[in-house]
């Protein structure tokens, strides 16, 4: 899913602030999906909110997340998923903690280490996630996403560097642009 835009502004919000909650629900069963530019903005929660049973395989590439009083990311049991190369501006919370009873695994690419650790699984480096004017950004870091990445490494979207994400993505996302 490429180049979309969701935009949370309503009137009828879970948080009473005008921002909408459960954005995207990935829950599908073994299913193998690529978010590569899209704009998610005034979205309190859930945007998106990866698991499920039979396992959620993702990758959420130099996606833009804008201006979110709640969180972008909640993932819970059954996902495994690579976050990287995405911009976080004004965004409360960019990921909720993992429960005691988490069971998923993910590869957050946070810092330089965990960018370059990439390269011996994926044949290149990772892209770090910006934080601009956000709330922090969880470490999780295991390979086990990377080698199941590394069976479908052809189908992977290669990142461009995040700063490159907020102006690459609102002159691309949406109808009638390309």
Known sequence: MSNCIFDGTTSWSASCNNQHYWTVLLLGSDDKITFAYNHFYHDSGRAPKIGGAGGQHVQFVNNYFNTMGGHAFDISTGANALIEGNYFNAVT?????A????SGTLYTVGT???ASACSSYLGRSCQTNTLASSGSWPSYTSTTVLSWMKTYV???IAPMAAGSVPSYVTAHAGPGKS
């Open 93 to 97: 919370t960019p990921m909720t903690s």
């Open 99 to 102: 429960s005691s009873s988490y």
């Open 112 to 114: 330089s280490a965990a």
């Open 154 to 156: 052809n189908y992977l």
